[in-house]
C-alpha cells in the first residue's frame, strides 16, 4: 500500500537529500508544501498529521515543536536532528547497532536518526566494546573531519564565502553535541573526548578513534579487532570493512554515496591501532540514514533509494 511522507524542513541541505532519494519512488506519496507556507505551523500541522511518516530535518528546537504538533495515533516519526538521540520514547536509528536493532527500528513510532560523527564512531566502537574487547570504562578518543555542508545551509554560506577555508579543529570545549549520543550507544561509562574539525571539501568524512592496544586487558591484535568488527558487519550492504594496510585514507571515499568503509590501521610491533571509518556527512551519516530507517519502519527493502 502506498505510504504518505511529508518531509519537515524539505528544503534544508538534509531535506534535499532525502527528496533527491526518495524521487520516483511509486510506493511512496510525498507531500510538499509551497514555499510562502513551508514555515507555517497551520499547514506544517496539517501535512504532519496528513502523513504516515514525517521525517524532520529541522533545526532542534522545530523538531521538538513538530512532534508536538502530532494530534493522532498513527503519524510516525523519522527525527534527523540532534532532538531526541537520547530521549526515552525514541529508537536510536542506527539499525546496524546491534543484532535484532533493526527490528525494534521497524516496530517504533519515534525513531532518532544518528547524528554523522556519531555513526562511524558507534560502528566502529560498540562491537568491540560488545565482545568486551573495550571494557566500558575506557577512556576512549576520537578524532573526526567533516566536509562544511555538515554545518547546513549557514555554514555552507559562511565557508564558500570565507578566505581562510583550511583545517578548523572546533568543540575545544568538549561539549559538542554528539558527545551525549556517542556515550550511551555505544556502551561506555565516560563520554569520548571528541575532537572534530570542518575541512575545505562540502561533503565527506573521516572518523578515527586511536587505541593502545597494548594497555588493553586482553590485549587485542589488529587481526581480532577487524576480525570482530567484520563479524559485526557481515553481509550488511552497507557498511564493509576493507582492508587497514593503505598509506592514507580519503574524505571523499563514500562522498555521494549512503556506504561507510570501516577499516583497522596501525602497527602490530608497537601493539598501536588507528580504527577509521569514512561517509558521507549527507549520506550514511544523515539522508540515507533517514530513508533506510524509513524503508525499515514501512517494511520495505531497507536498501530502496538508496546510492551504494
Ligand atoms: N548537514 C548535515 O550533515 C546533517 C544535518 N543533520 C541535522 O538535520 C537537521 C537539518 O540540518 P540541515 O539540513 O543541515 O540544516 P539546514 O539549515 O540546511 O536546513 C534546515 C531547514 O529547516 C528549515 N526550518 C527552520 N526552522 C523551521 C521551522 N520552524 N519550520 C519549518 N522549517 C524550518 C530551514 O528553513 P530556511 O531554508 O528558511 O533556513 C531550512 O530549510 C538538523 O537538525 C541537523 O542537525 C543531521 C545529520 C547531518
Ligand atoms: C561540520 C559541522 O558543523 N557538523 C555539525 C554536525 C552535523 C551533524 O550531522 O550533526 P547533527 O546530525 O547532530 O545535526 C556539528 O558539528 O555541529
Not at 510538499?32 to 507556507?37: G, P, W
Not at 529541522?58 to 530521549?87: G, K, M, Y
Not at 543484532?99 to 513510532?109: K, L, M, Q, T, W
Not at 585514507?249 to 577499516?263: C, Y
Request: hydrophobic share 45%; glycine share 10%; aromatic share 4%.
Amino acid at each position: 500500500m502506498t505510504k504518505t511522507i511529508f518531509i519537515d524542513g524539505g528544503a534544508g541541505t538534509t531535506g534535499l537529500e532525502i527528496t533527491d532519494r526518495l524521487a520516483g519512488r511509486a510506493d511512496l506519496n510525498i507531500l510538499t508544501l509551497a514555499e510562502d507556507r513551508r514555515k507555517d505551523a497551520g499547514a506544517r500541522r496539517e501535512a504532519i498529521n496528513d502523513a504516515d511518516f514525517v521525517i524532520l530535518c529541522l533545526p532542534d528546537e522545530a523538531a521538538r515543536e513538530a512532534v508536538a504538533l502530532i494530534d493522532n495515533d498513527r503519524t510516525r516519526v523519522v527525527d534527523a536532528s540532534t532532538a531526541h538521540r537520547t530521549a526515552d520514547g525514541w529508537v536510536y536509528g542506527l539499525p546496524e547497532l546491534e543484532p535484532g536493532h533493526a527490528e525494534r527500528i521497524a516496530r517504533a513510532r519515534y525513531v532518532s536518526n544518528p547524528g554523522c560523527y556519531p555513526t562511524g564512531f558507534l560502528a566502529l566502537v560498540r562491537p568491540l566494546v560488545r565482545a568486551g574487547l573495550i571494557p566500558a570504562d575506557w577512556p576512549v578518543s576520537v578524532n573526526a573531519a567533516s566536509g562544511y555542508s555538515g554545518g547546513g545551509k549557514a555554514m555552507i554560506a559562511e565557508y564558500e564565502s570565507a578566505t581562510n577555508r583550511a583545517f578548523r579543529p572546533y568543540g575545544l570545549s568538549l561539549a559538542h553535541k554528539h558527545a551525549p549520543e556517542m556515550q550511551r550507544h555505544s556502551g561506555l561509562v565516560h563520554a569520548p573526548i571528541f575532537a572534530p574539525a570542518v575541512v575545505d571539501t562540502y561533503r565527506g568524512m573521516v572518523v578515527e578513534v586511536p587505541l593502545a592496544l597494548h594497555a588493553l586487558p586482553g590485549r587485542p591484535t589488529l587481526e581480532r579487532i577487524a576480525e570482530t568488527l567484520g563479524e559485526a558487519y557481515a553481509g550488511s550492504p552497507i557498511v564493509t570493512v576493507a582492508p587497514g594496510d593503505i598509506g592514507a585514507v580519503n574524505i571523499e571515499e563514500n562522498a555521494g554515496t549512503d556506504r561507510m568503509t570501516l577499516r583497522v590501521c596501525g602497527n602490530a610491533a608497537t601493539g598501536q591501532a588507528r580504527l577509521i571509518a569514512t561517509l558521507d556527512n549527507l549520506g550514511k551519516g544523515a539522508g540515507g540514514a533517514a530513508v533506510q530507517n524509513l524503508n525499515i519502519m514501512a517494511g520495505l527493502d531497507p536498501t530502496a533509494g538508496l546510492v551504494l
